[in-house]
Nanobody
Framework: QVQMVESGGGLVQAGGSLTLSCETS????????MGWYRRTSGEERALVAG???????SYEDTLRGRFTISRDNAKNILYLQMNNLEPEDTGVYYC?????????????WGQGVPVTVSS
């Protein structure tokens, strides 16, 4: 069974840093395009960072240069290093397979991890 468990969030002041982790089971992060998603109050969950099978990374425009997505293939963990955080980064962050997350009926979402950035 596919399972994602996110951790590492919290409350941080603007300019601070956090590292999110996503422990996965039932899939191999090395074999899939993986992404970090953010849900903010009143909005849909949106992809903010992705990494392909070959390691190519991509970011939502406002995050480029501040966030870094990476993975540990041996541990099957996806990471999101978040630096120079801004209040607009506040939200609940989730990880998932990018292709599967496009499906309306994809049920395998974790609980997410809240990130709150104070000004």
């Amino acid at each position: 069974q596919v399972q994602m468990v996110e951790s590492g969030g919290g409350l941080v002041q603007a300019g601070g840093s956090l590292t999110l982790s996503c422990e996965t089971s039932g899939i191999a992060v090395s074999d899939n395009a993986m992404g970090w998603y953010r849900r903010t109050s009143g909005e849909e969950r949106a992809l903010v960072a992705g990494i392909t099978r070959t390691g190519t990374t991509s970011y939502e425009d406002t995050l480029r240069g501040r966030f870094t997505i990476s993975r540990d293939n041996a541990k099957n963990i996806l990471y999101l290093q978040m630096n120079n955080l801004e209040p607009e980064d506040t939200g609940v962050y989730y990880c998932n397979l990018i292709a599967a997350a496009l499906r309306q009926d994809w049920p395998y979402w974790g609980q997410g991890v809240p990130v709150t950035v104070s000004s």
